[in-house]
C-alpha cells in the first residue's frame, strides 16, 4: 500500500502538470500554423494577374558559322556536307531593377513571379530551366570557277514585356524577359561579302 503512494502522487502531480504546461504548449503550435497558413492564403488571394503588355520579340544571334568553298580553279561541281549541332537555353527572368513597393514582402515578390513564369509557360507552350538541340545536315555546292562562302546562323526568339500584377489594392509591374525556341538561317554570301566592322 505505502509503494503506490508515490505512483499515486506522481499521476496527481503529472495530471495537474499536463494542465498546466500542455495545453499551452499546444495552443501555441495551433496557432503558429493556421497564422502562417492564413497568411499565405491571404497573400493568394489578394494577387491577381490583370494584364501583358508586349515591349520587344525579336530573333537574337546565338552563333554564325561559315563554310568556304573555294572552287576557282576546279573544272567540276564542288560539294561538301556538313552536320551542324547547337543547344540553347530556354530561361526566364525577372527585371529587378524595377522599382518595387517596400511595403511587399520578398515572399510575396517570389510569390508575384512565380504566377507570371507559369502564365507565360502556359502561354507560350515551354518549360523554363530546359535546352533544346537542333541538328542539321546541309549539303554546299559551288560551280566550277567560283568561290561561295556559306553561312550558317543559329538564332533564338528573345521576348520581352511587362505584367501588371495587383496585390491588394496596389498595382505593380513585373518586367520580364524570356528566351525561347531555336532556328537556324543559311545563305551564300559570294567571292566580294565582307562584314561590316
Do not use: C
Request: hydrophobic share 35%; net charge neutral; proline share 4%.
Amino acid at each position: 500500500m505505502l509503494q503506490l503512494i508515490p505512483y499515486g502522487v506522481a499521476a496527481l502531480l503529472g495530471g495537474m502538470l499536463g494542465k498546466k504546461f500542455g495545453p499551452t504548449i499546444l495552443s501555441e503550435q495551433i496557432e503558429d500554423a493556421p497564422r502562417n497558413t492564413r497568411s499565405e492564403r491571404t497573400s493568394l488571394s489578394l494577387i491577381e494577374l490583370v494584364g501583358e503588355q508586349l515591349i520587344q520579340e525579336e530573333s537574337v544571334i546565338l552563333a554564325i558559322e561559315d563554310v568556304p568553298l573555294d572552287n576557282r580553279y576546279g573544272n567540276k561541281v564542288l560539294t561538301s556536307e556538313h552536320e551542324f549541332t547547337r543547344t540553347a537555353e530556354i530561361s526566364f527572368a525577372v527585371d529587378r531593377s524595377q522599382e518595387r513597393s517596400n511595403q511587399v514582402k520578398s515572399s510575396v515578390l517570389r510569390l508575384v513571379d512565380g504566377l507570371v513564369e507559369k502564365e507565360l509557360k502556359k502561354t507560350l507552350h515551354i518549360e523554363f530551366g530546359t535546352q533544346v538541340t537542333r541538328r542539321v545536315k546541309i549539303h554546299f555546292s559551288t560551280e566550277p570557277g567560283q568561290m561561295v562562302r556559306y553561312r550558317l546562323t543559329w538564332k533564338q526568339t528573345s521576348r520581352r514585356g511587362i505584367y501588371y500584377v495587383n496585390i491588394g489594392a496596389e498595382r505593380h509591374v513585373v518586367p520580364y524577359v524570356v528566351n525561347f525556341g531555336l532556328s537556324h538561317t543559311v545563305e551564300s554570301l559570294g567571292e566580294n561579302h565582307h562584314d561590316p566592322t
